[in-house]
């Protein structure tokens, strides 16, 4: 089992900037792949950006390259997007995602373990 915590959404205006945190615990030594989910109203979960934990590859959504990074600190056992030129399109509950499997299959059902969400808005 895997506890998700994420933090820092809020509300900006376009352009500017936000770093979400999820931090991590229980059986971590066992995860593989971690991930950012966004999920807007009236549409499905959508993947933005996930990062192999031991190879630090990452895979960004198009809508985000350029303007999103995904990092990690292995050490505090926490996850971070940092979201830049933040648009209204990116108003959205983001979830973080981990899974014990590798990051080639981003389909929000490869992830067993979701936290509660921090919700984005911009305006």
């Known amino acids: 089992q895997v506890q998700l915590v994420e933090s820092g959404g809020g509300s900006v205006e376009a352009g500017g900037s936000l770093k979400l945190s999820c931090v991590a615990s229980?059986?971590?030594?066992?995860?593989?792949?971690m991930g950012w989910f966004r999920q807007a109203a009236g549409k499905e979960r959508e993947a933005v950006a996930s990062?192999?934990?031991?190879?630090?590859?990452?895979y960004y959504d198009d809508s985000a390259k350029g303007r999103f990074t995904i990092s990690k600190d292995n050490a505090k056992n926490t996850l971070y997007l940092q979201m830049n030129s933040l648009k209204p399109e990116d108003s959205a509950m983001h979830y973080c995602?981990?899974?014990?499997?590798?990051?080639?299959?981003?389909?929000?059902?490869?992830?067993?373990?979701w936290g509660q969400g921090t919700q984005v808005t911009v305006s």
């Open positions: 995602a981990a899974s014990f499997g590798y990051c080639n299959n981003m389909a929000p059902g490869a992830f067993g373990y």
């Open positions: 990062i192999h934990i031991r190879s630090d590859e990452t």
């Open positions: 229980g059986d971590t030594d066992s995860t593989r792949c």
